[in-house]
């Protein structure tokens, strides 16, 4: 659990990248090497999209070097390129006191960012909808929660209130988490189209955005929504508190991966948790579920 440990933005992100720095080319081509690279890059990815911070040159050379079919990798790359992005769009909404000539420099470049945003929006939409069928992404009922005397666990710590009808499984952990690492990711990178579409307004006007602005920004919002609460579905199944069914239909409890899963449940809940437009409901819950696994493992 050490990559979760404290903050999402400790100094734990430093140690990664040098981690990752110092490891050199060689990790991507041994597998055992490439897994650790791929888990622990997935990390520093997600402290980037968390503090809108964009990738360096080296990791964009790394994926010049892979192969963009395989899908996890292809998360990946949308991922970096959604980074670079948001991290525009931080810089280019600072606050600062220009002359007409530099204001109407930043207003070309935020119209040129919102656009960029709008096509990379669309482009993953399209992937997403296509590799959700192909990665077997399911709706479940929520009776296939345990409950807290089914589940070896402390009862200090009960189970985190689960506040919707249906729960979203995935065939493994590993798909759970790389799915939620991608909605989580795209929440970011639409809160920037937001701020990029409002500082518009206000560089243009100092006024709200017009009709078209608004209708962008309702409809980024409502995506939002959809991805936070796709992300909350499927909190029951990282913490280990499905339940499966075998051939003879006895149901079991998966009994290995729950720390990994935990681990993997933390980033898409932080998201979750600090996104001015994802619901109170949401919130709540993401804050749950980040207290539970801080205090079941004492991560502090």
Not at 87 to 116: F, H, V
Request: negative net charge; charged residues 25%; aromatic residues 10%.
């Amino acid at each position: 659990m050490y990559l979760a440990r404290n903050d999402p933005l400790s100094a734990h992100s430093e140690a990664i990248r040098h981690v990752l720095q110092t490891r050199g080319e060689g990790q991507l081509y041994t597998p055992t090497r490439f897994s650790l690279w791929r888990l622990t890059h997935y990390r520093l990815q997600a402290w980037q999209t968390l503090s809108r911070e964009r990738p360096d040159a080296q990791q964009i050379e790394w994926l010049h070097k892979l192969n963009m079919e395989r899908p996890d990798l292809r998360i990946c790359a949308h991922v970096l390129h959604m980074n670079i992005l948001s991290a525009s769009s931080k810089t280019l909404t600072q606050p600062s006191n220009d002359d007409p000539a530099e204001r109407l420099t930043k207003l070309n470049q935020a119209k040129q960012l919102a656009s960029e945003m709008q096509d990379l929006i669309t482009s993953v939409e399209n992937w997403a909808s296509e590799m959700a069928q192909v990665w077997k992404v399911k709706e479940d009922d929520p009776r296939n929660i345990a409950q807290p005397q089914d589940v070896d666990e402390s009862p200090q710590f009960p189970i985190p209130h689960f506040p919707y009808p249906r729960l979203i499984t995935y065939d493994d952990i590993w798909l759970a988490y790389i799915w939620n690492f991608y909605a989580a990711s795209q929440i970011a990178l639409r809160e920037s189209l937001i701020n990029v579409i409002e500082y518009t307004a206000v560089m243009r006007s100092g006024d709200e955005p017009d009709d078209h602005g608004a209708t962008i920004i309702q409809e980024q919002r409502e995506w939002i929504d959809v991805l936070s609460t796709a992300i909350l579905k499927s909190f029951p199944q990282l913490l280990g508190f499905v339940y499966r069914y075998e051939g003879n239909g006895r149901a079991r409890l998966a009994q290995q991966g729950r720390m990994a899963g935990r681990l993997f449940a933390l980033f898409a809940m932080w998201v979750v948790e600090k996104s001015k437009y994802t619901s109170p409901r949401d919130r709540r819950t993401a804050s749950e579920v980040i207290s539970w696994i801080n205090s079941r493992h004492e991560l502090g």
